[in-house]
């Protein structure tokens, strides 16, 4: 559980839309329960149905995704009460982590943050392993773009190297 | 070797450590060679510990209250409450990340029953259990390993028989010889208000478990659950006019694996007087070192 909370608090940020998050996906997990596959690594078939919880939210609901200037500043409110790191680094990173899209960001986040395979990335997913790696590639890109303060439109993060 | 650019993905996918050894060893030396690109690497790397940095704070915070019940309430089973029980500490301690602070929380709030207390029938299982797992001459009282085959199946369908009966609830010589465990035989046993039953069982290595059974008071229903107390510990469980605890020294899991499989047998539906033993064909003579 505490991954799935780190996990779900990467994803939307909020700590109290995070545990709803986290909530939900324990409430699917316990209903699904018999559908686990004992061989399954347990955290992988939890991070999916926390995937699939995530995507429902982002139909219901689009604060998971739009990063506006208010956002922003009640965001900077709840990482202030969060002691820790220095302060420009986390909103930085937490804005531009925002600013991925969330093809992007899951993967990116299932394999820094989880450290999961790229194979166990794909099953949480549910994508091929070369679109989880091509992904990755693409979040990094972006993220660092966006760090280097080169990416003002959130859409057009999308910076490929040119060789 | 590759001397042609690789694909950011390549190099994304290096840092991951995915890949071969040979495709890993072949971008390592592109990379040494290729200070720009490296650098750029080095930069992902970096991204990527500080959303550790950022993130990791996140497992050592405390629990919610609302989240430790929802998956209290999910332990509470209904049908298969081994399996629930199972996920619902999976889920605490996935990733073997708990400190030892969560560890307390999951004894103090989510079982707060989790030493056997004395006074208690799981303590009477585990009191039975210390007392004749070390006995070489007579470990039990009915032996289904003396004889050749017949005569240990006719053993097995006496020693069912004779449990069911002081019992009044069915007893089923439960088979765990799929997790490396052989029936040994069986005993009656004085419970608080009547009588109770131990089987014992034995693995290759002379470890042996036993199952405690006895009829529970009416109405009493205890959803899966685990305890310890020192080296032994026991899951068990109780349902209407059917209680069962399994205990060992084991590790929990190995524990928990044979809880399970008695389990499913005892819910599964069987032919009554029909021991689970006795039903599948007779085994290769099994190697036991009983007296």
């Given at each position: 559980m505490p991954r799935l909370r780190r996990y779900a608090r990467s994803l939307v940020f909020d700590t109290a839309v995070a545990d709803d998050l986290v909530q939900t996906a324990l409430e699917r997990a316990l209903q699904r329960w018999r559908q686990f596959e004992p061989q399954r690594e347990l955290l992988v078939w939890l991070l999916a149905i926390a995937h699939h919880a995530f995507l429902d939210g982002l139909r219901r609901d689009a604060r998971f995704t739009v990063v506006d200037p208010q956002e922003a500043s009640d965001r900077q409110d709840a990482l202030a009460a969060d002691p820790g790191v220095d302060m420009p680094l986390r909103l930085d990173l937490v804005a531009a982590l925002g600013r991925l899209s969330p093809e992007q960001r899951e993967p990116l986040l299932l394999v820094t943050l989880e450290q999961l395979s790229y194979a166990e990335c794909a099953e949480v997913l549910g994508i091929p392993i070369g679109t989880v790696m091509s992904r990755v590639s693409r979040a990094r890109v972006a993220l660092r773009a966006a760090l280097d303060g080169r990416a003002r439109n959130p859409q057009a993060t999308v910076l490929r190297r040119v060789v | 070797m590759n001397s042609t650019h690789p694909h950011d993905d390549e190099l994304s996918a290096w840092l991951d450590g995915q890949g071969s050894a040979e495709q890993r060893a072949q971008l390592h030396a592109w990379l040494l060679e290729h200070p720009e690109q490296a650098a750029q690497v080095r930069l992902w790397a970096a991204d990527r510990d500080a959303l550790r940095a950022r993130f990791d704070p996140v497992l050592h915070e405390p629990l919610p209250e609302a989240l430790l019940a929802t998956v209290r309430e999910g332990g509470r089973a209904r049908t298969w409450p081994w399996a629930q029980a199972a996920m619902a500490a999976g889920l605490l301690v996935a990733g073997g990340l708990l400190g030892a602070g969560l560890t307390?929380?999951?004894?103090?709030?989510?079982?707060?029953?989790?030493?056997?207390?004395?006074?208690?029938?799981?303590?009477?299982?585990?009191?039975?259990?210390?007392?004749?797992?070390?006995?070489?001459?007579?470990?039990?009282?009915?032996?289904?390993?003396?004889?050749?085959?017949?005569?240990?199946?006719?053993?097995?369908?006496?020693?069912?028989?004779?449990?069911?009966?002081?019992?009044?609830?069915?007893?089923?010589?439960?088979?765990?010889?799929?997790?490396?465990?052989?029936?040994?035989?069986?005993?009656?046993?004085?419970?608080?208000?009547?009588?109770?039953?131990?089987?014992?069982?034995?693995?290759?290595?002379?470890?042996?478990?036993?199952?405690?059974?006895?009829?529970?008071?009416?109405?009493?229903?205890?959803?899966?659950?685990?305890?310890?107390?020192?080296?032994?510990?026991?899951?068990?469980?109780?349902?209407?006019?059917?209680?069962?605890?399994?205990?060992?020294?084991l590790p929990r899991e190995r524990l928990l694996a044979l809880a399970e499989a008695v389990y499913r047998q005892v819910e599964s539906a069987i032919v009554p007087g029909a021991p689970a033993a006795s039903v599948p064909a007779p085994q290769p003579a099994p190697i036991k070192p009983m007296s």
């Open positions: - | 307390w929380q999951w004894q103090g709030q989510v079982n707060a029953v989790q030493a056997i207390a004395p006074g208690t029938w799981t303590h009477r299982a585990a009191v039975a259990h210390a007392v004749y797992t070390p006995e070489v001459k007579h470990p039990v009282e009915v032996s289904v390993v003396e004889g050749n085959a017949a005569e240990q199946r006719a053993q097995e369908q006496h020693l069912a028989r004779w449990l069911t009966k002081r019992l009044d609830m069915p007893v089923r010589l439960f088979d765990l010889r799929a997790q490396g465990f052989e029936l040994v035989g069986g005993r009656l046993l004085p419970d608080a208000a009547g009588p109770s039953a131990q089987l014992m069982y034995q693995d290759g290595s002379g470890q042996r478990v036993t199952v405690y059974l006895r009829k529970p008071e009416a109405g009493t229903r205890t959803a899966f659950r685990f305890q310890r107390d020192g080296e032994v510990g026991l899951f068990y469980w109780a349902e209407d006019g059917y209680g069962c605890a399994l205990v060992g020294n």
